[in-house]
C-alpha cells in the first residue's frame, strides 16, 4: 500500500509546486509543528492590503514578556513564531524544489551549522509564477545569510553576551498589469547588513546595540532609497521595580530624478516598571518621537494583571509615531507610484488596548482582544489619477476600532488549529470608509498527521468586501483562498508534497484590477538532512 502511494505521488510531483504568493497569512505562524515535520503555511511575501486596514502584530503583542512578571502568559499572547527547521538541530539542511500549473519552477535551500558558540545560516530561493492573465506573471529571487556567536554566561567577559552578522539581497520583477500600460514593467533590489550585539540571559540586567542598513533601488528608474538604522537598549529589573530606555533613530537618504532628499527620525522610549505581586505589574512610561522639526512627547501606561491560575488580563494606553519610509510603502503596495513614494509620518493617538488571555500550559490559547485610537496622517491608496498605478492620500482624524478572537490548538490528539477571527472598524471623521479596508478577517489553518507518514492540512483566507475609492461608490468583491496541503514522508528525509490552492477558484482582488492566481494544482519535493 505505501508503495502504491508513494508512485501516485512521485506521479503528482511532476505538476505540483510547493509555494505560492495569494492573501494574507500575518495571522498564521510560518510553520506548524507535527512530530518530526511540518506543515508548510504558504508564505505572504508580495501583495498586501493597505497600510494599517488589518491588525497589526503589535496589536496582539502585550509589552510585557514572561521574562519581566510571572504571570502565566508568553510575550506574544496570539501566537509563539515556531520555525521547526531552525529547531530541529538534526536537520543541517533543507532543500524545497517544486514546479505546477501557474508556479514555475519554485525552490528554496536552506544549510545551518551549529558550533560550540556558534550558528551559522543561510538561504536561497527563488520562484516564478507565469502568466494566469496577459502580463501577470512575476519572478523573485534572493540569498541570505547570518552568524550567531555567544559568549559563556560564565565568562568574566561580557557574560552571555551574543554577537550577530547577518546579510540580505533579493530582487523581483512584474508588470502594471491591471493599468493602461500592462506591458509596464518595475525590477527592485534590495541589500541589507547588520549587526548586534545584545545580552539577555539575566533577567535582571538586558541591554543591546542593533544596526542595519537597507539599500533598496527601482532598476530602469532614477529611485534609490538608503536606510541607516540604530538602535540601542537597557532594561534593569529588581526584586519589585524595574527601569529601562531604548531609542531608535532612521535615517532615509532618497535618490530620485526630481533630486536627493534626507531625512532622520528619532523615537525613544523611558519607563519605570513596578512589580506589586506576582499577580499584578505595572509600567508607566513616555515616549518622544521627532521628525524634522515635527516632534511629539506621549505619556504611556501598560498593565498585566493574572485573574487566575490560566487567565490574564493585558492592557495598555499607548499613543506612538510610526515613521514609514519609501521601501514600506512599496512594500505595502508594489503597484504604487513611486513619484507618491517618499515617507509619512503617521500619528497614532489615545491608543487604547485590552486583551484577556487564557492558555493551557502550551496546547491551548484563547485571546479576546480591543483596541481604540484616532489616527492622522493616515495614508491610503487610489488610482483615480492613472488606472493602475496608485498614488498616496492622506487622512486625518480617523477613528480605528479593532476587535479579534484568536485560538490556538497546539499539539493536540486531533491535530493543530490556529484560527483568528478579526473586525476592523476604519473610517475619517465624516464617516466614509478607508479605501481598500476589509472589515471582517478570518484566518484558520488546520494541520493533522497521519501515523502513515502522511500529513494532511487546510488554509481559510477571507476578507470581507471593501471600497476602493474615497467616495465609497466603487466596491472589491470579498477574498476567499481555501487551500489543501499534504506531505508524504516517502523514507529517511525524502518528503514529497502536494496541495490545491485557492480551490473555490475565487476571482480575489488586493487592488482593484490586479487579480490573485486562481485555483492552482501544485506540488514538489522536501529533502533533508
Given at each position: 500500500m505505501k508503495k502504491i502511494i508513494a508512485v501516485i505521488l512521485l506521479f503528482s510531483s511532476a505538476v505540483f509546486a510547493q509555494r505560492e504568493n495569494a492573501g494574507q497569512s500575518i495571522e498564521l505562524p510560518d510553520f506548524v509543528i507535527t512530530g518530526t515535520q511540518s506543515v508548510v503555511i504558504p508564505e505572504m511575501e508580495k501583495k498586501k492590503p493597505p497600510v494599517l486596514s488589518i491588525m497589526s502584530d503589535d496589536f496582539f503583542r502585550p509589552v510585557f514578556s514572561s521574562e519581566q512578571i510571572n504571570l502565566n502568559t508568553s510575550s506574544n499572547p496570539v501566537r509563539r513564531e515556531v520555525d521547526l527547521f531552525e529547531s530541529a538541530v538534526s536537520n543541517a539542511g533543507l532543500l524545497i524544489l517544486g514546479a505546477g500549473l501557474f508556479t514555475l519552477p519554485t525552490g528554496d535551500f536552506y544549510f545551518n551549522q551549529g558550533f560550540n558558540n556558534a550558528l551559522i545560516r543561510s538561504h536561497v530561493w527563488g520562484s516564478k509564477i507565469i502568466d494566469y492573465e496577459e502580463y501577470s506573471g512575476d519572478n523573485e529571487s534572493g540569498i541570505s545569510g547570518s552568524a550567531d556567536f555567544f559568549l559563556s554566561s560564565k565568562s568574566n567577559f561580557l557574560p552571555g553576551m551574543k554577537i550577530s552578522v547577518n546579510g540580505n539581497y533579493s530582487r523581483?520583477?512584474?508588470?502594471?498589469?491591471?493599468?493602461?500600460?500592462?506591458?509596464?514593467?518595475r525590477e527592485t533590489e534590495l541589500t541589507t547588513a547588520g549587526f548586534e550585539l545584545s545580552s539577555r540571559h539575566d533577567n535582571s540586567l538586558k541591554y543591546g546595540i542593533i544596526g542595519k542598513g537597507d539599500f533598496f533601488n527601482i532598476k530602469n528608474n532614477i529611485f534609490k532609497e538608503n536606510k541607516y538604522n540604530g538602535k540601542a537598549f537597557l532594561n534593569m529589573y529588581?526584586?519589585?521595580?524595574?527601569?529601562?530606555?531604548?531609542?531608535?533613530?532612521?535615517?532615509?537618504?532618497?535618490?530620485?530624478?526630481?533630486?536627493?532628499?534626507?531625512?532622520?527620525?528619532?523615537?525613544?522610549?523611558?519607563?519605570?516598571?513596578?512589580?506589586?505581586?506576582?499577580s499584578f505589574l505595572i509600567k508607566f512610561g513616555i515616549n518622544y518621537s521627532k521628525l524634522d522639526t515635527i516632534s511629539k512627547i506621549s505619556p504611556q501606561v501598560n498593565a498585566a494583571v493574572k485573574l487566575e491560575k490560566n487567565l490574564s488580563f493585558f492592557g495598555e494606553y499607548k499613543p506612538y509615531s510610526e515613521f514609514m519610509t519609501a521601501q514600506d510603502l512599496l512594500r505595502e503596495n508594489r503597484y504604487l507610484s513611486e513619484n507618491g513614494a517618499e515617507n509619512i509620518l503617521i500619528r497614532n493617538k489615545n491608543v487604547s488596548k485590552f486583551i484577556i488571555k487564557y492558555e493551557h500550559e502550551r496546547f491551548l490559547g484563547i485571546d479576546l482582544g480591543i483596541s481604540f485610537s484616532t489616527?492622522?496622517?493616515?495614508?491610503?491608496?487610489?488610482?483615480?489619477?492613472?488606472?493602475?498605478?496608485?498614488?498616496?492620500?492622506?487622512?486625518?482624524?480617523?477613528?480605528?476600532?479593532?476587535?479579534?478572537?484568536?485560538?490556538?490548538?497546539?499539539?493536540?490528539?486531533?491535530?493543530?488549529?490556529?484560527?483568528?477571527?478579526?473586525?476592523?472598524?476604519?473610517?475619517?471623521?465624516?464617516?466614509?470608509?478607508?479605501?481598500?479596508?476589509?472589515?471582517?478577517?478570518?484566518?484558520?489553518?488546520?494541520?493533522?498527521?497521519?501515523?502513515?507518514?502522511?500529513?494532511?492540512?487546510?488554509?481559510?483566507?477571507?476578507?470581507?468586501?471593501?471600497?476602493?475609492?474615497?467616495?465609497?461608490?466603487?466596491?472589491i468583491p470579498s477574498y476567499i483562498d481555501l487551500s489543501f496541503y499534504l506531505k508524504y514522508n516517502l523514507f529517511g528525509g525524502l518528503i514529497i508534497t502536494g496541495a490545491i490552492e485557492n480551490i473555490l477558484n475565487k476571482d480575489n482582488f488586493i487592488y482593484k484590477g490586479y487579480k490573485e492566481k486562481p485555483f492552482d494544482i501544485i506540488g514538489g519535493i522536501e529533502y533533508r538532512w
Open positions: 523581483d520583477s512584474y508588470y502594471f498589469f491591471a493599468s493602461d500600460t500592462p506591458w509596464l514593467k529588581f526584586s519589585k521595580f524595574g527601569v529601562g530606555a531604548d531609542i531608535n533613530i532612521l535615517n532615509q537618504k532618497l535618490f530620485k530624478s526630481t533630486g536627493s532628499s534626507s531625512y532622520t527620525f528619532y523615537d525613544t522610549d523611558a519607563y519605570f516598571l513596578f512589580d506589586a505581586s506576582n489616527i492622522d496622517n493616515l495614508p491610503f491608496f487610489s488610482d483615480d489619477i492613472s488606472r493602475g498605478k496608485f498614488e498616496i492620500n492622506l487622512a486625518d482624524d480617523v477613528k480605528d476600532f479593532k476587535a479579534f478572537l484568536k485560538l490556538d490548538f497546539h499539539g493536540g490528539p486531533l491535530g493543530d488549529f490556529y484560527g483568528n477571527v478579526s473586525y476592523n472598524y476604519l473610517k475619517d471623521s465624516d464617516g466614509m470608509e478607508i479605501p481598500y479596508n476589509s472589515p471582517f478577517h478570518i484566518s484558520a489553518l488546520y494541520g493533522f498527521d497521519l501515523s502513515s507518514g502522511i500529513n494532511l492540512s487546510a488554509r481559510l483566507n477571507y476578507f470581507s468586501s471593501s471600497y476602493s475609492d474615497y467616495k465609497n461608490e466603487k466596491n
